[in-house]
């Protein structure tokens, strides 16, 4: 008995320890903007469940795209309804962000364009792992949101970088 309070101290410890090392205690710059110029993506559409198989497929897909294509800006994720609160299903476009249509994409791949001239609430974080920005960028863009008393549009658009530079940009109106 003696020896679990020291144990849970270093398990603590441990633990914030990762967190902090992943980028966990960084804070996210939030602005109202109007998307100066077009996002070119290049993915593969997806409905369904959440829980699909294929949705997770997708994501692997794109990373592995991500790792051997130099040219790609960022994994990149656009949505049609919110990620966050979709409890059924989703609507999806789940790949990289991209310069040019140059490249040759491999078989179900196709481009999306997002226009420029979106305004947006955006959401910066940089030197944060992938696996803990979603939450931190959503939770940030809420918050302008409701502090602004603005109403979102079905656009989220979820931008990761070299670097561990995370992006989200949520339409407004």
């Known amino acids: 008995m003696r020896f679990l309070f020291p144990l849970v101290l270093v398990f603590t410890a441990i633990g914030l320890g990762i967190y902090a090392y992943l980028g966990g205690l960084h804070s996210p710059t939030v602005a109202l903007e109007t998307t100066p110029t077009p996002v070119l993506l290049a993915g593969q559409p997806f409905q369904g469940q959440v829980q699909d198989e294929r949705f997770a497929e997708l994501f692997r897909e794109a990373k592995l795209r991500y790792d051997a294509q130099p040219t790609a800006h960022a994994l990149a994720n656009l949505y049609y309804n919110n990620p966050e609160s979709?409890?059924?299903?989703?609507?999806?476009?789940?790949?990289?962000?991209?310069?040019?249509?140059?490249?040759?994409?491999?078989?179900?791949?196709?481009?999306?364009?997002?226009?420029?001239?979106?305004?947006?609430?955006?959401?910066?974080?940089?030197?944060?792992?992938?696996?803990?920005?979603?939450?931190?960028?959503?939770?940030?863009?809420?918050?302008?949101?409701?502090?602004?008393k603005l109403i979102s549009q079905p656009f989220y658009l979820e931008e990761f970088g070299p670097g561990e530079q995370s992006a989200l940009r949520v339409g407004v109106k």
């Not at 962000?97 to 974080?125: H, I, K, N, Q, S």
């Not at 030197?127 to 931190?136: G, Q, R």
């Open 86 to 148: 979709a409890h059924d299903t989703i609507r999806a476009f789940i790949g990289l962000r991209v310069p040019d249509t140059t490249a040759t994409l491999p078989a179900g791949w196709r481009y999306r364009v997002v226009p420029a001239g979106r305004r947006v609430v955006a959401v910066r974080l940089p030197n944060t792992s992938y696996l803990l920005a979603p939450a931190k960028l959503y939770t940030a863009a809420q918050q302008r949101i409701k502090d602004l």
